[in-house]
């Protein structure tokens, strides 16, 4: 099986890596790049814990080879340091477990971006593919807005 | 019994052509063990569960003519293999010329996975389900193929053989999909039935498309197309003819219904038993006709 070198920028930092046909984004992230942050839940574009943004916008990345991604910028939940949707989420109450919170937050950022001032249906589609075992989402939706309101 | 719940991808080499020129001479040379792949949101999935096992993944996404997403308004639009759904959906000429492709497209999966699915992906894939399929059938919807021989068309309707079969060949690689302008003052719905009511595969689906036409005793034209109820996405050519020869009233509308109903031939499956597949998809051909219809005559 080949090796494939590239050049990626993670959260901002400039990484030449080398890596294997059948790897992919997430287990670059992190196996290699050691950014535990992005979960492995599902393997199969389901469940969404592995969501972080390719050049800006969300996808699953355990569905994007990393040999894809040469001169690729990537945001992880990491790279969301300080942004209000954390504090957010926190005061909300919208973490549990845990283990969906770094994928919804990549999803609820990449909704932010795109529309700054979303309404509850359409945060719930944004949402739709982050699933929430502990089933907390409503505080999860009352984060985001607050996260909205807060960036206006 | 011990189930490996994140498995990673089997072993394969990763190749990325330069041209299609390239891509279709490898693809050729190694037919039978080498995929073309666009977003992969499918392939990913049959091979971490072991149906797929290509030994060579072409990556075509970046070839010419791929990225483009053109409206002419004497031609109509053209939509590149490796454009990703959410930039179909988000496309101001698609939503007012094309509504019933973005609402297709809005039906899949989620918004991360749109990010990397795309309609061309979803066609070639040739899976009853196919959610835009449907849309791209009853817009007469043609593939840009590039081969062994050079370019040729390909019309959908004449595409798909069987679940996953069609008319491509080893070395083929779809380059674009072209709809022409659609009929004037048509209107379409696509209602999908899954298990929840956002993001599932389909139980069952059903598209129509209806137009007016002054040529045809019931003055309308009406496209119909089923998914999930056959081994090829279904044009239910009886009902349409039967709606074409009379007036269109409640009953007409409900005898179409029933005609596709009958012309189906669904499977039993973990999403639901083949009866119940045929009952709804007279339930949902009823709603999504009279639902065009009243739109057509508000």
């Given at each position: 099986m080949s090796f494939h070198e590239i050049q990626i920028t993670v959260n901002g930092v400039h990484e030449r890596v080398s890596v294997k046909s059948n790897q992919t984004l997430m287990l670059l992230l992190r196996e290699t790049l050691a950014l535990t942050g992005t979960k492995n839940g599902c393997s199969a574009g389901?469940?969404?814990a592995c969501t972080v943004l390719l050049n800006g916008e969300a996808v699953n990345s355990c569905m994007v080879?990393?040999?894809e991604c040469d001169g690729a910028e990537v945001i992880t939940v990491e790279g969301l340091a300080g942004d209000p949707l954390q504090d957010a989420i926190i005061r909300h109450g919208g973490v549990q477990c845990g283990f969906c919170t770094p994928g919804v937050l990549i999803s609820a950022r990449a909704l932010l971006n795109r529309n700054p001032n979303p309404n509850d249906e359409e945060i719930k589609e944004a949402l739709v593919g982050n699933l929430c075992r502990c089933t907390g989402y409503v505080r999860i939706i009352e984060a985001v807005k607050e996260a909205a309101r807060l960036q206006v | 019994m011990v189930t490996d719940t994140h498995p990673t991808l089997p072993e394969f080499d990763y190749f990325r052509p330069e041209s299609l020129q390239e891509a279709s001479a490898f693809l050729a040379q190694h037919a039978g063990e080498a995929r073309p792949f666009l977003g992969g949101t499918d392939l990913f999935v049959r091979m971490r569960d072991g149906a797929l096992v290509p030994r060579y993944l072409v990556?075509?996404?970046?070839?010419?003519?791929t990225d483009e997403l053109r409206f002419?308004?004497?031609h109509g639009l053209t939509i590149g293999a490796a454009v990703c759904m959410n930039r179909v959906i988000a496309s101001p000429e698609v939503r007012r010329v094309y509504p019933l492709l973005a609402e297709a497209c809005r039906s899949v999966a989620s918004h991360q996975l749109r990010t990397r699915a795309t309609v061309v992906g979803n066609v070639c894939n040739a899976s009853p389900a196919g959610d835009t399929i449907g849309a791209c059938l009853a817009l007469d919807g043609v593939l840009n193929v590039h081969g062994t021989g050079g370019p040729r068309q390909e019309p959908l309707s004449a595409f798909f053989l069987g679940p996953g079969k069609t008319k491509l060949q080893p070395g083929d690689i779809v380059t674009s999909i072209h709809f022409p302008l659609p009929p004037l003052g048509c209107a379409g719905t696509y209602l999908k039935l899954g298990r929840?009511?956002?993001?599932?595969?389909?139980?069952?689906?059903?598209?129509?498309?209806?137009?007016?036409?002054?040529?045809l005793p019931s003055g309308c034209r009406f496209r119909i197309v089923l998914a999930s109820v056959a081994p090829v996405p279904l044009v239910a050519a009886q009902a349409e003819e039967y709606l074409a020869n009379r007036p269109v009233t409640s009953d007409?509308?409900?005898?179409?219904?029933?005609?596709?109903?009958a012309a189906c031939k669904p499977i039993d499956d973990i999403r639901g038993s083949a009866r119940y597949r045929k009952s709804m998809v007279k339930n949902l051909t009823e709603k999504a006709l009279t639902a065009v219809w009243n739109q057509l005559h508000p």
């Open positions: 389901e469940c969404g080879l990393a040999a | 990556d075509v996404k970046h070839l010419e003519g002419d308004p004497q929840n009511r956002l993001s599932d595969l389909s139980i069952v689906a059903v598209t129509v498309l209806a137009a007016p036409d002054p040529g007409s509308i409900a005898e179409a219904a029933r005609l596709a109903g």
